[in-house]
């Protein structure tokens, strides 16, 4: 799934690294913030289910309020 992130509310100079298994680094300078995220969320099929838009928006409301 290819998410619009600035639709989403995610600053435009976000950069985001991916790794195997879903594993993030997420970096956002507008405000200094790096998240990192070590974990493998796959569903009974075998595939990917974590989904970084709606994880995002939660840890930016938490952060910028």
């Known amino acids: ?11 435009r100079g976000m950069y985001l690294a991916w790794g195997i298994y879903t594993q993030q680094i997420c970096v956002i300078p507008e405000y200094d913030l790096v998240i990192v995220r070590l974990g493998n969320d ?5 595939d990917d289910a974590w989904e970084e ?7 930016l409301a938490a952060v910028i309020g």
């Open 42 to 46: 796959l569903d009974f099929n075998g």
């Open 1 to 11: 799934v290819f998410y619009n992130y600035q639709a989403a509310g995610i600053p």
């Open 53 to 59: 838009v709606p994880f995002l928006q939660l840890v």
